[in-house]
């Protein structure tokens, strides 16, 4: 099936669908943590439309109507929860208005969209027969702060999974792989001492020292589609008043790794080569990817979709199988004062989806 194949009634049903929900979704504030109310506005959705639903915590998820336990599965994600409106919005960011074209509102963008466009895809598989694949839709929780009780809570009670379609803004290309992310809190030490004497066991000297190091040092391993292991001080602080040498520094450093390297590989060798102390938040967030070679890529290449790596995080990082990232919408909208999507976006999105999984399934 290609898009024109789609009746127009069918995408105008679906577009219809996907619009009034998401319009839903912005009005109710869904932070972080605090996404109960959407999940609930989900589960009342999927009620409506005739499919049972589980929901654990702030998560919601739906099988196919004909899952079968002997086929292989797709699992079909996005996320609900959305970070807080900068101080920079002129609009209500609660109000979802459409206007020139754009419907503008909190989320509409990272992930309204893509989530809106995943489930009504997932609406016009529902009761298809015989398919090749079964499809999971799930919407999950606390990605905007990589928390533990979003998708990765839930995964081990969906069974078995082939591969994941996450539903983040790709303006509907083929994100293939996604560097992962690995936080370190650092801290070099140093001898305090009044400033007018001399000292040369400065903490601050001693951590730009470290910092100088990771802003040169270079990875030998370099990702054809994600690149080079990117690492970027963003945090310092140290120092109490001004005649005091200070004992410690505290820095922050973000570092994006490719599929080359597992985040507990560059961690360690971090350790090895600085002489701060350094410190992990986390090492689940590794980097992700699917194949070229995967049915799926292959059928979205196939209908001129482009693929790239993305160098953002997302469910990807903590969803164990093959996955990519396919969505309507602009990364960089994400986050920005008065979010919005074309209201175009998300039509093509539903047709999209559905011509490139109706090649596989």
């Given at each position: 099936m290609?898009t ?5 009634n ?5 577009y219809?669908?996907?619009l ?5 979704l912005?009005?109710t ?7 109960d109310?959407t999940?609930?506005i989900l ?9 049972p639903?589980?929901?654990?915590m702030n998560?919601?998820w ?6 079968d ?5 797709i ?7 959305t970070v807080k409106p900068n101080?920079?919005y ?7 208005i459409?206007?020139d074209?754009?419907?503008?509102g909190?989320?509409?963008n ?11 895809a997932f609406l016009?598989?529902?009761e ?13 929780a ?5 928390g533990v009780n ?13 591969f994941?379609?996450?539903?983040e ?7 293939i792989a ?7 809190d ?6 305090s001492s009044?400033?007018a004497?001399?000292?040369t066991?400065?903490?601050?000297l ?7 190091w990771?802003?040169?040092y270079k ?8 690149g080079?292991?990117k ?9 109490s ?11 922050t450093v973000d570092?994006?790794?490719n599929?080359?390297y597992?985040?507990?590989e ?20 590794n ?16 209908l001129?979709?482009t ?12 969803i164990?199988?093959p996955?990519?990232k396919?969505g309507?919408?602009l990364?960089?909208?994400s986050?920005s004062?008065?979010?919005f ?7 093509d999105?539903i ?5 490139i ?5």
């Amino acid at each position: 099936m290609n898009t024109q194949e789609l009746s127009n009634n069918t995408v105008t049903e679906l577009y219809e669908t996907a619009l009034s929900l998401l319009k839903k979704l912005i009005i109710t504030p869904s932070f972080s943590k605090s996404e109960d109310k959407t999940a609930s506005i989900l589960e009342d959705f999927f009620k409506l439309n005739g499919i049972p639903t589980q929901r654990s915590m702030n998560n919601v998820w739906a099988f196919n109507k004909l899952y079968d336990v002997t086929k292989p599965t797709i699992l079909l994600n996005s996320h609900h929860d959305t970070v807080k409106p900068n101080s920079g919005y002129t609009l209500n960011p609660f109000e979802p208005i459409e206007k020139d074209g754009k419907l503008f509102g909190l989320g509409s963008n990272d992930a309204g969209g893509p989530l809106v466009s995943l489930i009504c895809a997932f609406l016009y598989f529902y009761e298809k027969e015989n398919l090749n694949y079964n499809l999971i839709i799930t919407a999950t929780a606390e990605e905007e702060i990589s928390g533990v009780n979003g998708v990765e809570s839930i995964y081990k009670k969906l069974g078995p999974i082939d591969f994941a379609i996450v539903g983040e803004p790709t303006e509907m290309n083929l994100a293939i792989a996604e560097k992962g992310l690995l936080v370190l809190d650092c801290e070099a030490s140093g001898t305090s001492s009044h400033a007018a004497h001399p000292n040369t066991d400065n903490a601050i000297l001693n951590a730009i020292q470290d910092i100088h190091w990771f802003t040169q040092y270079k990875f030998d391993k370099i990702s054809p589609i994600l690149g080079e292991v990117k690492m970027t001080p963003t945090i310092i602080n140290s120092g109490s008043q001004h005649n005091v040498v200070p004992n410690s520094c505290h820095f922050t450093v973000d570092v994006r790794t490719n599929e080359c390297y597992s985040n507990e590989e560059v961690y360690q060798l971090i350790q090895e080569k600085v002489k701060s102390k350094v410190t992990a938040r986390s090492l689940r967030l590794n980097s992700s990817s699917i194949p070229l070679e995967h049915p799926y890529v292959k059928a979205g290449l196939a209908l001129g979709r482009t693929y790239y790596g993305s160098p953002t995080s997302s469910d990807q990082a903590v969803i164990p199988c093959p996955s990519l990232k396919i969505g309507p919408g602009l990364s960089t909208r994400s986050h920005s004062s008065d979010e919005f999507i074309y209201l175009d976006e998300i039509k093509d999105a539903i047709q999209i989806h559905i011509s490139i999984l109706t090649q596989i399934l």
